[in-house]
């Protein structure tokens, strides 16, 4: 059993300094470093200038498949909540016409000033706020399904989902069949959380999965220097599978028998290149992947 493996082309545009996509090559260099690597496919994002069609064509000119893209939104503010139902919905379309039936759902990054100068640390914390999220992921939820697409609940660092007990709040709100998982095994174990508990707990309910690897170190200092999110990156609080300090073989067992995709999303490539970090999380992951039992 082995399940696909998919790369995010994130590290391409994200930098210790920031979101630099001027420094990203074209799109079709980037396909052929990721399949060079040796990956089954990449995270799912429609160029605005191209179809769904004209997308999923450059992708298997390439040898690649989509894997699950991302949908991110304030799901709690109610005067924007059908605006975004609406986004949820076409995004939700594009991923159908390219054959997908999962996408990871998540709160606006960057929404959450408090969070994202004190990350990991459910600052904050408002179960009334909470509540109202988990109306509006599920609103946008069943608009994704009714499209034939189950959106899978990324709790992210710095969000107002962003521990595991909020994550499992909304998860507990909105039904499973129109909600999956869509664990990352970084996020969980910033918030000081387990992934192997987290990913046995709901290996039944996952979608999907992002892995990367942290340094506890790291994430130590930011909560005690008083650290932002951008600073943890900079400090490289993110490392390529296998090269921090998480059991990250364990959390892959922990899935059981998950055989969907799992995407490679190393924020910031802590390589001298993003193709060499590309390399390495591939290296490490496939032998893992293909040795869990069936």
Request: contains cysteine; negative net charge.
């Amino acid at each position: 059993m082995s399940g696909e493996l998919a790369f995010n082309p994130l590290p391409w545009f994200m930098t210790a300094e920031g979101w630099r996509a001027d420094l990203a090559p074209p799109l079709p260099i980037m396909l052929r470093a990721i399949k060079a690597a040796g990956y089954d496919g990449v995270h799912a994002e429609i160029p605005r200038e191209m179809t769904p069609a004209a997308y999923l064509r450059l992708l298997t000119d390439h040898g690649l498949k989509p894997a699950p893209g991302y949908f991110q939104a304030s799901f709690g503010e109610k005067d924007r909540l059908a605006e975004t139902v609406d986004r949820a919905r076409g995004i939700a379309r594009g991923h159908a016409e390219l054959g997908l039936d999962r996408i990871f759902l998540a709160e606006q990054f960057g929404a959450t000033p408090d969070r994202f100068a004190k990350p990991a640390q459910g600052v904050g914390a408002d179960a009334e706020r909470l509540a109202r999220i988990a109306d509006g992921v599920g609103l946008a939820a069943s608009a994704m399904a009714a499209e034939g697409v189950i959106a899978c609940l990324h709790h992210h660092v710095a969000t107002k989902i962003e521990t595991v007990d909020e994550a499992e709040a909304v998860l507990a709100a909105v039904p499973d069949t129109v909600l999956k998982v869509g664990p990352d095994t970084g996020h969980i174990a910033w918030t000081g959380a387990d992934p192997i508990a987290f990913m046995r707990r709901y290996a039944a309910r996952v979608g999907a999965v992002h892995l990367k690897d942290i340094r506890r170190a790291v994430a130590e200092r930011t909560a005690r220097d008083g650290g932002s999110y951008q600073d943890a990156g900079a400090w490289s609080i993110w490392t390529e599978p296998g090269r921090g300090d998480l059991d990250l073989e364990g959390a892959i067992v922990a899935l059981g028998g998950f055989d969907g995709w799992f995407v490679v999303e190393v924020d910031i490539a802590d390589q001298p290149t993003v193709e060499e970090s590309a390399m390495v999380a591939a290296a490490w992951l496939r032998p893992r992947l293909e040795a869990r039992p069936a």
